[in-house]
């Protein structure tokens, strides 16, 4: 396990931008925290990472967005919207998660039971005690 200390949302990108620099074909990449506490901000680091310099925005409506500009395929799905599990089937998750890519999953703890075993979980989380702009980003490996 690995802790982050953010104190501003360049150093959130900053860290997301690593981790997309380090990023392998197949990975998954689980992101979990609140409302507002900087997964995008993360996420568009993480896409720098990969090479990727388009514009880079939560799929909140359309479940999954594609980038594929980079060094590898993207597969960014947010999952916040998902009433039932099942669903991500009809966009292809399956497909996604077996693929060439890297795929990046906002509120993966809404579809626990359809993660693959082997995942990179990301957690990031607010200390208003420690200032406004503080996050503190743990980064977990699962095997099983």
Not at 107 to 114: D, K, Q, S, T
Request: proline share 5%; charged share 25%.
């Amino acid at each position: 396990m690995e802790t982050i200390e953010s104190f501003s949302p360049e150093d959130t990108f900053e860290y997301g931008r690593q981790c997309g620099l380090m990023a392998e074909p197949g990975q998954v990449f689980c992101l979990c925290g609140d409302l507002g506490v900087g997964k995008t901000v993360f996420t568009q680091g993480f896409a720098r990472g990969l090479g990727i310099n388009e514009p880079v925005s939560s799929p909140t409506f359309t479940i999954v967005q594609i980038y594929e500009d980079g060094r590898m395929p993207f597969y960014h799905f947010d999952v916040y919207r998902i009433s039932d599990p099942e669903e991500m089937y009809e966009v292809g998750f399956d497909d996604y998660i077996e693929g060439e890519g890297v795929c990046f999953i906002e509120w993966a703890g809404l579809i626990e039971e359809l993660l693959p075993e082997r995942r990179t979980e990301i957690t990031i989380s607010k200390d208003l005690t420690r200032g406004f702009d503080y996050r503190l980003i743990t980064r977990r490996e699962i095997t099983a």
